[in-house]
Structures are given as structure tokens and as C-alpha cells.
């Protein structure tokens, strides 16, 4: 029988965090006050006194809550059990994606979230159908939605963080490790680029130490940054940029891949590398 789980958001994600700082014990009250998680647990899913879900505080632990009872504005539940799994904490991934037509982009964040990304940074190139980074920023509360509820769906213990939209000199010019070596941690970047002489993403993890016949130590690694243009790429002038500031271009292979698969290739590549090690 599926049990459903929820992230909670605002209050009730402090106070889920605050149980777990004193060390959860089964039996103590959890409250939900979130209107929005309240009007699912009751009116959309019809869960009644003596139901149980799930609450993840998005820090690794999750509490599984039986429904007490229902007063104004609020649940009350007692808490059942819990249990700490284990994140992976380096490195992190981060998906730098181009701005692209909103429905292919929810969609992508939706699979991205699926996949196991850590970091989305949305981005405006000289390419991008969305011009503005104004557009995304009215979005940004919509994304964090469809991520949360893809996170939940797909059963992670953590949520993506999506920030808000960057353009493409804004980001690539921002301090940063720059695939260079800072306090014992390192940060890659690459950049896809689908018609340029480029070494596969493989091969050049490969060459990084990172590799599928290779599941060695990889903790000096922090962060794996893959970044992808919109439909039509990048322009030379942001190549050349990228690669002046440290970015190594890829490929993903011989085919042109719409941006959104292109995310998805790239990310399942690394992703699936690094749940070997």
C-alpha cells in the first residue's frame, strides 16, 4: 500500500527541522498548519483520523505521522517512526540550462529532479526564446512547486534548489573554483556543445577520475557543473567565453539533441556514475 509523503514548506519545515535538531522520539506532536498540504491531506487525498504519511525535512530524515485529529486551520499527528538515510553529499550536480519554452522547461525540471540533480540554474543566452530573465523570476515559486512535488513523487529524501534566472555573463563572470583546486575541493565544469569538435562527456569525466571502471575516492570533487545551451546552442562568442573562463567543452554525440534531452543525457551520465561509487 502506498503511503504518500510530502515536503513541508515555511513553519512546518522549521519546526519538522527543529524535531530532528533534539532528536526525534516516537509519540510527540507534529503539527501541519500549511494551508495548501492541509487542503491535499483532507480534501484531495481524503485522508481521515488514523491515516499515516509521510513528512521529509529535506535534511535526510523522514517521519512517518499517523492524523490525530483535524481542528481549525490545522492537523494534528503524532509521530510513528523515523529514519536518517544516508545523502550524497559530494559532489553535487548542477544543471545550468538555458531558458527555453516554458512547457519544455517545467518538463525538464520535473526529469532533472527525477534524476537526482542538486542544483538547477536557469539561464538567459543570446539564443533563448525568453529574452528577459524577468519572465523567470515571476516563475520561480512555480518551479519550486514542480520540483518539490517531483521530489516527493520520485521518493527523494531531498529537495532541488532552483534559483532565480541569471544571464549568461552574469553567471559565467561570477567568482567561482573554476575547475581549480580551493581548500582540498574541486569544481567541474563543461559545457555542451552539440557542433563543436568536442570530446564525449564520458571521456572527459574519464580523464577527471571519474569514470564507471573506476569507483574511487571522489570527495575532493564538490561540485559537477553541466551547462546547455537553447535550441539553436550558443553562440560562438559564449564559447569562447566559457572556455576562456575554465568551462571544457563536450559532446553528447553525433545527433543535435533538443535542450531539454540534452539535460537529461548529460545529467543521466553523471549521475549514474557517481550512484556507483
Request: include cysteine; charged fraction near 25%; aromatic fraction near 6%.
Amino acid at each position: 500500500m502506498r503511503i504518500y509523503r510530502f515536503f513541508p514548506t515555511g513553519a512546518d519545515m522549521d519546526a519538522l527541522q527543529q524535531i530532528r535538531g533534539r532528536g526525534p522520539e516516537a509519540g510527540i506532536s507534529v503539527t501541519i498548519s500549511e494551508l495548501d498540504l492541509i487542503k491535499q491531506i483532507k480534501n484531495v487525498l481524503r485522508l481521515g483520523v488514523g491515516n499515516r504519511f509521510i513528512l521529509l525535512d529535506g535534511l535526510g530524515t523522514k517521519y512517518e505521522v499517523e492524523i490525530q485529529q483535524f481542528a481549525k486551520k490545522q492537523i494534528n499527528c503524532s509521530l510513528v517512526s523515523f529514519l536518517t538515510e544516508e545523502c550524497r553529499t559530494l559532489p553535487q550536480i548542477e544543471i545550468v540550462l538555458a531558458l527555453i519554452k516554458s512547457d519544455r522547461f517545467e518538463w525538464c525540471l520535473e526529469k532533472l529532479t527525477e534524476l537526482g540533480v542538486d542544483l538547477i540554474t536557469p539561464l538567459v543566452t543570446q539564443h533563448c526564446v525568453v529574452k528577459h530573465a524577468e519572465k523567470g523570476k515571476e516563475k520561480l515559486r512555480r518551479w519550486e512547486s514542480i520540483v518539490r512535488e517531483s521530489a516527493e513523487q520520485c521518493e527523494r529524501m531531498t529537495i532541488p534548489r532552483i534559483v532565480t534566472p541569471v544571464s549568461f555573463s552574469e553567471y559565467i563572470y561570477r567568482p567561482r573554483s573554476g575547475g581549480t583546486s580551493t581548500m582540498g575541493t574541486q569544481h567541474l565544469e563543461f559545457i555542451c556543445a552539440e557542433r563543436k569538435q568536442a570530446e564525449p562527456l564520458l571521456k572527459r569525466l574519464d580523464g577527471e577520475g571519474i569514470s564507471t571502471r573506476c569507483t574511487s575516492d571522489i570527495k575532493h570533487i564538490s561540485l559537477i557543473s553541466l551547462m546547455i545551451g537553447p535550441e539553436g546552442g550558443f553562440s560562438e562568442h559564449e564559447l569562447n567565453t566559457a572556455e576562456t573562463q575554465g568551462w571544457k567543452p563536450v559532446s553528447l554525440g553525433p545527433r543535435i539533441l533538443r535542450a531539454e534531452t540534452a539535460a537529461i543525457a548529460a545529467l543521466s551520465q553523471v549521475a549514474s556514475i557517481l550512484d556507483m561509487q
